[in-house]
């Protein structure tokens, strides 16, 4: 997650924050009840909420299952109803996170792929991982599957018994609810695909 002075004036303008509370105080939920739903911590959904922070894709998809949304709503002016999406590249959110991020937080890089569809099954994203040491990697879970395809770099993905090194080309589809990891071993950022599909 990044701190407000650190957020681009593109995501300040997707309004995550308010969404999010809109979304909860439509469903009359505190942010105890939330918490409770969700699995995740009040003080961070406090931080959502006054866009302290900018939560990464899991915690999104935590979100979108409680409110029943589709996690394009998060990124997205207007809902529609088409049979056909385009979106441009100039159209893509790029939500990004400095080097001095708390410990704890995930730290990749990812960009929508496809933010108008609100009522798809897969949410399609483009992740940039920066180059870090093991003790840095933060393990995540969300219910669905995950698909990442590596375009550039070296990659390592790591559960709690599994680790796997990925070089460009190589591809991975795992069941998103184990606790896994990824991180960056070259010299430079590594640039994936990653498709998650959420569970109903």
């Given at each position: ?54 939560p990464p894709v899991a915690t999104l998809l935590k979100l979108a299952k409680a409110f029943n949304v589709g ?13 056909i999406s385009i979106t441009r590249k100039s159209e893509r959110t790029r939500l990004e996170r400095r080097p ?101």
């Amino acid at each position: 997650m990044q701190h407000t002075d650190d957020v681009s004036r593109e995501v300040q303008a997707l309004n995550l924050g308010a969404k999010v509370r809109d979304l909860r105080q439509k469903f009359r939920y505190t942010v105890q009840d939330l918490a409770a739903k969700t699995g995740l911590e009040k003080e961070l959904l406090d931080q959502i909420e006054a866009e302290m922070v900018v939560p990464p894709v899991a915690t999104l998809l935590k979100l979108a299952k409680a409110f029943n949304v589709g996690l394009a709503y998060f990124f997205q002016d207007e809902l529609t109803g088409q049979k056909i999406s385009i979106t441009r590249k100039s159209e893509r959110t790029r939500l990004e996170r400095r080097p001095h991020h708390r410990e704890g937080e995930v730290t990749y890089i990812y960009e929508t792929l496809e933010n108008k569809k609100p009522e798809k099954h897969m949410e399609p994203f483009l992740v940039e991982f920066p180059v870090m040491d093991t003790a840095e990697m933060v393990f995540v879970s969300h219910e669905g599957e995950e698909f990442l395809y590596l375009m550039e770099g070296r990659l390592e993905f790591r559960t709690v018994d599994r680790v796997e090194v990925l070089e460009p080309g190589d591809s991975i589809y795992f069941d998103s609810d184990i606790s896994h990891s990824f991180r960056c071993i070259g010299d430079a950022p590594a640039k994936a695909v990653v498709v998650v599909w959420s569970r109903p």
